[in-house]
């Protein structure tokens, strides 16, 4: 992204915020796993749509007074010796460049600079997304110790504000998640070309991960899916250690991110390039469901409009597949909902609106799940929400049987 992008991305912040307050965010610390390693640093999503900065211990500072706009940044002052070891941090030009944010301060200055105006303000607008949760959550750390250091009185949440601007995509943020589903396309049909009885569900999972690593600088969305057998009815099945075997099917449910901008896609497939009858058969419910849930969709429908018209034609499949008589049974066999929200997360924040509107990126994501049978079936796309409809971003990805089988044969 260009600068243009964040800078735009505040003034729509900025609109929406009231007068005369101030908004801290901070990207992040850094997390011990073990000894001397660190987990990889996974930036605070709200801060990184206002700035671009992919760094730890970086705050934003923002503040609107009498109508005008002040941005600051504080940043960590490089030290020679880590330059050495680990690389050096931006500087702060370079953090100027990425975010168009001009006046970049160290943070050593941080508290002299919040002592001496952050009482100025009538509201201090803070990240307080998951405060309350069990989990100690990134912005919350800091939040809090602000509150009680200066006891703030008027603090708002700023995490609501920035989650509405986040559900709706630009252009450039639909091109990326574009981009992480072309990627994804050459990772399945990777998959389905390498695809044999025999292999391990990790050993088939890795010629995805060399197309990610292959393709420029891009990571998976998350832990992958790849799920044989009776493993596909577990929902977030994440060991991946178990063989393939000969007329069973596999699932993977996996991604590919660009500049963390995420694509989610679910595909089944016979290991061995041909379905069963039977396995046909739910194969054909669950993408009968997948396509007219993506017809479905448009600006103005809820989530749970969304997901009450996909039970109901499940549980029409299920009765012809001969699973169920009564309607409450459906949750033996279907028990996730039918999509989410995706951006800069694989679960993008979006549940402060409660209609989808143009510009929104849903998931389409129908399941049937089977333990008895071995067979675990989810068809999972990528749907940009228009004003009349929907359109499939990732429906260049092989879904229908005869596709799937032909794709398979000639390998
Ligand atoms: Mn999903």
């Known amino acids: 992204m260009t600068k243009e992008f964040y800078i735009n991305n505040r003034k729509r912040y900025f609109d929406k915020i009231e007068d005369n307050s101030m908004t801290i965010i901070l990207s992040g610390f850094n997390q011990i796993k073990t000894n001397d390693e660190d987990y990889d640093f996974e930036v605070d999503k709200c801060f990184y749509y206002l700035t671009g900065i992919n760094q730890s ?34 500087y702060k030009d370079e953090a100027s460049n990425l975010s168009g944010v ?6 050593s200055e941080l508290v002299k600079f ?31 110790k602000l509150i009680k250091k200066y006891s703030l009185i008027n603090v708002i949440d700023c995490y609501p504000i920035i989650v509405e601007l986040r559900s709706v995509k630009t252009k450039e943020e639909l091109e990326k998640i574009q981009e992480s589903i072309n990627v994804t396309k050459i990772g399945i049909e990777e998959l389905m070309k390498k695809s044999k009885p025999g292999l391990y569900e990790y050993q088939l ?16 969305s998350f832990k992958t899916i790849a799920a044989g057998g009776v493993n596909a009815a577990t929902l977030h099945y994440v060991a991946n250690n178990t063989k393939l075997n000969d007329n069973e099917l596999v699932l993977f ?25 039977r396995q046909k058969e739910v194969y054909q419910s669950v993408l009968n469901v997948n396509k007219k849930c993506i017809e479905f969709l448009k600006e103005g429908i809820t989530l749970k409009d969304y997901n009450d018209y996909a039970k109901k034609l499940l549980t029409e499949e299920c009765k012809k597949l001969g699973l169920i008589d009564k309607d409450e049974d459906l949750v033996k066999y279907y028990f ?4 989410h929200s995706i951006g800069l997360d694989t679960h993008d924040p979006c549940k402060y609106n409660p209609y989808l509107t143009e510009g929104m990126v849903i998931t389409c994501e129908p399941g049937l799940y089977i333990p008895e049978e071995k067979i675990g079936v989810r068809i999972e796309d990528d749907i940009l929400i228009t004003k009349n409809g929907s359109i499939n971003l990732s429906k260049d ?10 794709f398979m044969k000639n390998k």
């Open 397 to 406: 990805i092989i879904k229908e049987v005869e596709d799937i089988e032909n």
């Open 253 to 277: 449910d996996l991604g590919c991110r660009t500049d963390f901008y995420i694509s989610d896609i679910s595909r089944t497939f016979p290991v061995n390039g041909k379905f069963t009858p």
């Open 102 to 107: 001009m006046d970049v301060k160290y943070n």
């Open 114 to 144: 919040l002592d001496e105006n952050i009482k100025k303000y009538d509201k201090v607008y803070l990240n307080l997304e998951k405060i309350g949760n069990h989990r100690v959550y990134k912005n919350n750390y800091v939040s809090s």
């Open 57 to 90: 211990e970086v705050y934003l500072v923002l503040i609107k007074e009498n109508n005008k706009v002040k941005e600051l940044l504080f940043i960590e002052e490089n030290d020679p010796v880590k330059v050495k070891w680990v690389g050096a941090k931006l």
């Open 205 to 220: 999972e890795s010629y995805f991960d060399f197309v990610i690593k292959n393709n420029g600088q891009k990571d998976v």
């Open 336 to 339: 996730h909902s039918i999509g």
